[in-house]
């Protein structure tokens, strides 16, 4: 996962100025690097260090919404009506306020199952607004010809995905590594689709903030 990541980071800073909407994929990409440093941290880190564990849980429930901002905005820029537009920016800040409410109630105490389940189910509204304008609109450019047709799908799937594993993991006992495992599969599929939208040039939109 460490591999991908890293390739998918420099792919990202070589094509940094192919496509504007595409250039927050690299500020995502570091920022996961640097929360997978945290996490090897950890990991040869003695078991009772609290700092350690602090530091881990921060940077995990900081990713969580930072993902979930980078990809709202990402889709944002794809949404031209002005009231799906609308929608989304809600969407996005009450997600975030409860994020923080779910992360501060349960700390230190492991906060993240809830909270990724809350970043599947509120991604569904901007996903679903992003295909209703584009089966509904005129833009005759081929699926494969749009970056943001790779993003919004890879998204979609990597949520789907994520919900479903995240709740394997804690409700599958001595299973739950193996979900774990799926899941790291089902992210590096998700930098893959997200370089490959690289390879469809920019699209055209009307973004407006």
């Keep these: 996962m460490i591999l991908t990541i890293l390739i998918a980071f420099i792919f990202s800073l070589r094509h940094y100025g192919r496509d504007p909407a595409l250039r927050i ?17 950890l990991y040869i880190s003695p078991r009772d260090d609290r700092f350690a564990n602090d530091l881990a849980s921060i940077c995990f429930g900081a990713l969580v919404i930072f993902e979930f901002c980078v990809f709202s905005l990402l889709i944002l820029h794809y949404i031209t ?6 929608a989304i920016k809600l969407n996005t800040v009450i997600f975030f306020l409860v994020e923080i409410f779910l992360y501060f109630r349960e700390f230190p105490r492991n906060p993240f199952f ?8 509120a991604l569904v509204p901007p996903c679903v607004l992003y295909y209703y304008e584009l089966f509904t609109g005129m833009n005759t450019t081929a699926l494969k010809d749009r970056p ?7 998204i979609v799937c990597q949520g789907a995905c994520n919900a479903f594993l995240t ?4 409700y599958t006992g001595r299973f739950g590594d193996g979900a774990y495992v799926f899941g790291i599969l089902f992210y590096c599929i998700l930098f893959v689709v997200f370089m490959r939208a690289y390879r469809s040039g920019p699209e055209e939109t009307r973004l407006r903030f």
């Design 148 to 154: 943001s047709f790779w993003v919004v799908t890879a």
């Design 114 to 121: 809830w909270m990724g389940l809350l970043e599947a189910g």
């Design 167 to 170: 709740a394997s993991r804690k």
């Design 81 to 86: 009506g002005p009231g799906r537009r609308l």
């Design 25 to 41: 994929l690299s500020y995502y990409f570091a920022f996961f690097l640097l929360s997978m440093g945290v996490e090897f941290y």
